[in-house]
């Protein structure tokens, strides 16, 4: 897998590819990251790479023709029969979920390129531009830190780069969670501040642990992300135990609620 990045800031990445656990997937060569910098295809004696921007307004646009350039050598370097995806992280993408992750970690790789200033000649998204990604409904001074979140996340699927191989199948809105948030988790000491670790994990017994995870998967979804929890429920991943533990858990939301309004005279 091989992720070709084009960028004016390459330093920003160093961190990414020597720290953490998924260094492994780095150093190892499970994923292979190229930076390649506009600037370096950009002519004149100070290699610009960006310009006003036609109408007036604040901001400058990256111009097109080293972007170009840019992407010719790298489909070059690649030497692919069939082009990798040149992707652009922007506004108007497609918001990146663990969907479209487990996707692009069993895919050939992509060319990423991170926008800067106001953004991207039109004309260059219009020709070579294939896919959009978004993080979020936010603005970033530059694509940089979403490359990064797609970089990070796609490691840590590769086989051998987390410790334990099963870890990430447990992790929130994977499809072994039926796509719900994960439960809580706790560790040492069993009391801490004067708060216990919940009994049930402590009883030994792997059913109702499982159990207990499973009902506190369903009330943290259906609390913080219920939309996750009407797609599962679409899908036909809710069991009739499911359902009931989800009724007896609105109905505890209720009962304390009630029991902390104030009482009228």
Request: include cysteine; glycine fraction near 8%; aromatic fraction near 8%.
């Amino acid at each position: 897998m091989r992720f070709d990045i084009i960028t004016l800031f390459p330093e920003l990445f160093a961190p990414l590819l020597t720290s953490g656990i998924t260094r492994r997937a780095y150093e190892g060569g499970l994923v292979e990251v190229h930076f390649w910098n506009p600037r370096d295809h950009a002519e004149g004696n100070y290699r610009r790479v960006d310009d006003r921007s036609f109408g007036g307004g604040p901001g400058m646009v990256m111009l097109a023709e080293p972007l170009f350039k840019c992407l010719t050598a790298i489909r070059a370097a690649r030497q692919e029969t069939s082009p990798a995806p040149l992707v652009l992280f922007s506004p108007i993408g497609q918001t990146l979920n663990h969907g479209a992750v487990a996707q692009w970690s069993a895919s050939a790789g992509a060319v990423l390129l991170c926008g800067r200033y106001e953004g991207v000649d039109q004309r260059f998204i219009d020709q070579y531009v294939d896919l959009q990604i978004s993080l979020g409904d936010f603005v970033l001074s530059g694509g940089e830190i979403a490359a990064m979140a797609l970089l990070d996340a796609v490691a840590r699927l590769q086989p051998g780069v987390l410790n334990d191989e099963g870890s990430h199948q447990l992790d929130s809105f994977n499809p072994a969670l039926d796509g719900l948030l994960d439960s809580p988790h706790y560790t040492r000491p069993e009391v801490w501040q004067g708060h216990a670790v919940p009994p049930e994990l402590m009883s030994g017994h792997h059913a109702h642990i499982e159990r207990w995870r499973r009902e506190q998967s369903l009330s943290l979804t259906a609390l913080h992300r219920p939309e996750l929890l009407d797609q599962a429920r679409q899908l036909g991943k809710l069991s009739r135990q499911d359902e009931v533990s989800l009724q007896r858990s609105k109905a505890s939301l209720t009962d304390a609620a009630q029991a902390a309004s104030p009482k009228k005279l």
